[in-house]
């Protein structure tokens, strides 16, 4: 494979998580400015009527990603109704947990760590995972993809198409720090924490400029999903990959019990 797989401060265990929630509410702004939920929702849609399963587990959903708009989406644009979404995290938003679990019984966010590459016997429906698939090292994310071979749960995991030379990753990391700046004020909810620590004291604009950077390092392209997958499949589980086109391109990945 061709992906380098340094670190991200997201990963790290010892980061401090109001740095880390600062940076999942960024990537929020990010996934709608890529329209990421309106990918997402045609992907479910087609994995919702061939299943004929209508709840969702999101691995690595951080302080909520594009699944809420996806959900949505899924009911007013596709007519999919009775719709379920369980959010989980190895790293909970609590506080937005707090908030999500009061507004919607469909609508949940586990509060108790998940491991995505260790899940409870009782997570049963189809898994997704939107720009968080290259958090996992080849031997974990091939791990992902054959337990859900072997469950027969279907998944749909989404990553943004990137690609630049190596070479010009360095030069993304200026860029991506003056992203940050322009893209703070869109933030909900925006705290005096995040303006402070972004505009006065810029420690979130670094680490976010770091992680989106090292983030295209990591993906995996359709030569690396290819390899992944080597001896997955058969007559009872079906996988599809592509790239989606558009403004902003995306690969995918799909599995479904046939």
Not at 157 to 176: A, D, Q, R, T
């Given at each position: 494979?061709?992906?380098?797989?340094?670190?991200?401060?997201?990963?790290?265990?010892?980061?401090?998580?109001?740095?880390?929630?600062?940076?999942?509410?960024?990537?929020?702004?990010?996934?709608?400015?890529?329209?990421?939920?309106?990918?997402?929702?045609?992907?479910?849609?087609?994995?919702?009527?061939?299943?004929?399963?209508?709840?969702?587990?999101?691995?690595?959903s951080g302080s909520g990603g594009p699944m809420l708009d996806t959900v949505?989406?899924?009911?007013?644009?596709?007519?999919?109704?009775?719709?379920?979404?369980?959010?989980?995290?190895?790293?909970?938003?609590?506080?937005?947990?707090?908030?999500?679990?009061?507004?919607?019984?469909?609508?949940?966010?586990?509060?108790?760590?998940?491991?995505?590459?260790?899940?409870?016997?009782?997570?049963?429906?189809?898994?997704?995972?939107?720009?968080?698939?290259?958090?996992?090292?080849?031997?974990?994310?091939?791990?992902?993809?054959?337990?859900?071979?072997?469950?027969?749960?279907?998944?749909?995991?989404?990553?943004?198409?990137?690609?630049?030379?190596?070479?010009?990753?360095?030069?993304?990391?200026?860029?991506?720090?003056?992203?940050?700046?322009?893209?703070?004020?869109?933030?909900?909810?925006?705290?005096?924490?995040?303006?402070?620590?972004?505009?006065?004291?810029?420690?979130?604009?670094?680490?976010?400029?770091?992680?989106?950077?090292?983030?295209?390092?990591?993906?995996?392209?359709?030569?690396?999903?290819?390899?992944?997958?080597?001896?997955?499949?058969?007559?009872?589980?079906?996988?599809?990959?592509?790239?989606?086109?558009?403004?902003?391109?995306?690969?995918?990945?799909?599995?479904?019990?046939?």
């Amino acid at each position: 494979m061709k992906r380098i797989h340094l670190f991200e401060f997201e990963d790290l265990k010892w980061f401090p998580n109001w740095i880390r929630v600062s940076i999942t509410r960024l990537i929020i702004v990010m996934h709608k400015k890529f329209n990421t939920s309106e990918d997402m929702a045609k992907l479910l849609s087609k994995l919702i009527k061939q299943t004929n399963n209508n709840k969702i587990i999101d691995l690595c959903s951080g302080s909520g990603g594009p699944m809420l708009d996806t959900v949505s989406k899924l009911k007013n644009i596709h007519k999919i109704e009775n719709i379920e979404l369980l959010l989980t995290d190895l790293y909970p938003n609590l506080e937005e947990a707090k908030k999500i679990n009061k507004v919607d019984d469909s609508i949940s966010y586990r509060i108790t760590p998940l491991d995505a590459t260790k899940l409870d016997t009782d997570i049963k429906g189809i898994l997704t995972m939107v720009g968080s698939f290259h958090h996992m090292k080849p031997k974990l994310a091939r791990k992902i993809l054959v337990e859900a071979q072997k469950k027969k749960q279907p998944i749909c995991i989404m990553e943004i198409h990137k690609k630049f030379p190596i070479i010009l990753w360095w030069l993304f990391i200026p860029l991506s720090v003056i992203l940050c700046l322009f893209v703070t004020p869109l933030v909900k909810p925006l705290t005096v924490k995040q303006i402070i620590f972004t505009y006065l004291i810029p420690i979130i604009p670094i680490c976010f400029a770091w992680d989106a950077v090292i983030t295209s390092g990591r993906i995996y392209r359709m030569e690396d999903l290819d390899i992944l997958l080597q001896g997955l499949g058969n007559d009872n589980y079906i996988w599809e990959k592509g790239i989606i086109k558009g403004d902003s391109e995306k690969n995918y990945l799909m599995g479904y019990p046939s």
